[in-house]
């Protein structure tokens, strides 16, 4: 499974993930998990707002420099691990935790 954003997505790839409006994700989904997608699919999903889609497998490779949502979270670990004791930090980085890992496509399927 895969998050990348929309301009990277093909036809033939298979949604690993429910897609949801950002504005309404407690709503129905626009498409199901499993969804083979099409082109007119993606530009109907692009013009939606939706900026990115978890598909299966890894089938692009990250651009040189971008960091994956594991190595971010990773990041996130190290940079608060001198202060896990104090419990406003440790609310500090779950409140990080939860913006890295929506802005990265996650979140509920």
Same mark, same amino acid.
Request: a positive charge.
């Given at each position: 499974m895969q998050t990348?954003? #929309?301009a990277l997505v093909e036809p033939e790839m298979v949604l690993a993930r429910a897609? @949801?409006?950002a504005d309404n994700p407690q709503g129905p989904p626009i498409c199901g @998990? /499993?969804?083979v997608l099409t082109f007119p699919l993606i530009e109907r999903l692009r013009n939606l707002g939706i900026k990115t889609l978890t598909v299966e497998g890894q089938?692009? &490779?990250a651009p040189e420099g971008e @960091? /994956?949502?594991?190595?971010?979270l990773a990041g996130l670990d190290r940079r608060?691990? %001198?202060v896990e004791s104090i419990p406003l930090m440790q609310r500090l980085k779950e409140i990080? %935790? &939860? #913006?890295?890992i929506r802005s990265q496509g996650g979140g509920s399927d």
């Open positions: 990348i954003p #929309i897609v @949801k409006r @998990k /499993g969804t089938p692009v &490779a @960091k /994956g949502v594991d190595e971010l608060f691990s %001198r990080y %935790r &939860a #913006i890295i």
